[in-house]
């Protein structure tokens, strides 16, 4: 599910902008299970471009939240073998949403699900 609020602009590298979505698409995709819900929301407010992808997913344990955008970090070892993954991807968007003078911050409840939401300023010339 998508829902656009507003459609801002934002300067950097496409690439690499790409690149944190396709990780929290796959992080949402690899922890939510089947019949589950992943929704993309796109907002502006405050000079800043918003950008939240929510799942209804197996969530993180909040002893782990202060560590799940450290590299190599996984919550369940086991899971983590089972999707292939390798602890990487939310500490690759982190550093690329710093190097764009943005913040991502997490919202994660343990059989709730999470909501990843990425903040980049906005470019005033658009």
Known sequence: KVRVDAAPTVRGDPDR????LINLAANALAFT???G???FQVGQSDGRARLAVADTGSGIAP????RVMDRFARGDP???RRTGGAGLGLAIAHD?????GGTITLD???GRGTTVTVELP?????
């Open 33 to 35: 299970p089947d019949g």
């Open 96 to 100: 690329i949403v710093q190097a764009h």
């Open 63 to 66: 002893e782990l939240l202060p």
């Open 37 to 39: 819900q992943i929704e």
């Open 17 to 20: 902008l790409k690149q944190v």
């Open 108 to 110: 994660s409840e343990v």
């Open 78 to 80: 086991s899971r983590a």
């Open 122 to 126: 906005v470019w005033p010339e658009h």
